[in-house]
């Protein structure tokens, strides 16, 4: 059944958003992960609208670590102590793999018991819109529209696969890596990007047996990045233990994600999230010319051809490429 829905009411939901209103937040942030073509112009017309800025108070923090690293368990036990604290927290998820099962395990409500129900939290499961760019275009614009619905705070989760940590680093103040306790040539199993882009590091299920393993990791991974990070106002990643379980020491993690942005400063602050806005502005770019190239009718016309030819050996890939290039621009 094609019922055509009325046009997107433009200025009646940034006004609902702007009032907080869940069902305005909720409705705008499936408007931003929308591909259709009118979703997307009514999307950009919200931002606008929206009037998004780069000294918005909101405090944007990644939250990454492999599967069953106690992710959401942590988030939960976090996101409740903000909302005790008299804070409004949203929740978002970047998933690669939601892009291709169509469903995403992260910022799953029943994975977050307490936090689904508690008024002053908003969970919102990732987006699965086709591509990690994709994915990472809708979860940005739904970190606005929660920022100018007045949350005090969005966590956006993320697992330890491909580009999806970097792309999350990308778009938020602080990154804090999740691990479980390594000691010794575990260490090497850490991706050595991610001790690159992480501001704060937990140790995770700091509880029970495996307490005392996990101070002797955390502290033996904070002697190692005390070698790699040198310079007088070099901010070296802290290293600390916890336990999302249990709650324990989830408030350290959050003072030290607050002295991360204590030591970027308010203008340090703005200047990243300017460059980040400008390497977010060369994403959506690239991703728009990449969508452009897919639906070129001049290269569908000469796909095959150029697939079985390249296939065959009989096409040099520069030739290839020339000739495809040569069929978009035509
Ligand atoms: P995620 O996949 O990273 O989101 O991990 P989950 O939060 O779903 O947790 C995976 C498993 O580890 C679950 O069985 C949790 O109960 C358990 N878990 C999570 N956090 C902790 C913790 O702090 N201590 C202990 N002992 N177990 C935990």
């Not at 433009?10 to 009118?38: C, F, K, P």
């Not at 009037?51 to 923090?61: E, I, N, Q, W």
């Not at 016309?301 to 150029?306: G, T």
Request: proline share 4%.
């Amino acid at each position: 059944m094609s019922v055509s829905k009325p046009p997107v009411d433009v200025d009646a939901l940034a006004a609902g958003i702007r009032a907080g209103r869940r069902v305005d937040v909720s409705r705008a942030i499936t408007l931003v992960e929308s591909s259709r073509a009118d979703h997307r112009e009514a999307a950009r017309a919200l931002l606008t609208a929206l009037a998004p800025s780069t000294d918005s108070p909101t405090v944007r923090v990644g939250i990454s670590g492999v599967p069953g690293v106690g992710k959401s368990t942590f988030i939960e036990a976090l996101g409740t102590h903000l909302t005790g604290l008299g804070l409004k927290v949203g929740v978002l998820a970047v998933d690669p793999s939601s892009v291709r099962t169509g469903g995403s395990v992260l910022g799953d409500k029943t994975r977050m018991a307490r936090l689904s129900v508690d008024p002053n939290a908003y969970i919102r499961p990732s987006p699965s819109a086709g591509t990690l760019g994709g994915v990472a275009r809708a979860t940005t614009q739904a970190m606005l529209v929660l920022e100018a619905a007045g949350y005090d705070v969005v966590l956006v989760e993320t697992v330890g696969v491909g580009q999806s940590e970097v792309t999350v680093a990308g778009m938020v103040d602080t990154f804090l890596f999740l691990t479980l306790a390594r000691t010794g040539d575990q260490l090497q199993g850490i991706k050595k990007g991610i001790l690159e882009i992480a501001d704060v590091i937990a140790v995770n299920k700091a509880d029970g047996d495996r307490e005392t393993e996990a101070k002797s990791a955390a502290r033996e991974l904070a002697g190692a990045l005390r070698m790699v990070y040198s310079g007088a106002d070099a901010w070296v990643p802290p290293v600390l233990t916890c336990s999302g379980l249990e709650g324990r020491d989830v408030d350290h993690v959050w003072r030290r994600i607050n002295e991360h942005r204590e030591h970027l400063g308010r203008e340090g602050l703005a200047t990243k999230r300017a460059e980040q806005q400008l390497e977010f502005t060369w994403a959506l770019v690239r991703d728009e010319l990449a969508d452009r190239l897919r639906r070129s009718p001049g290269v569908a016309a000469i796909r095959d051809q150029v697939r079985e030819a390249v296939l065959a050996g009989d096409l040099a890939a520069p030739v290839a490429a020339d000739r495809l290039l040569a069929a978009y621009d035509d």
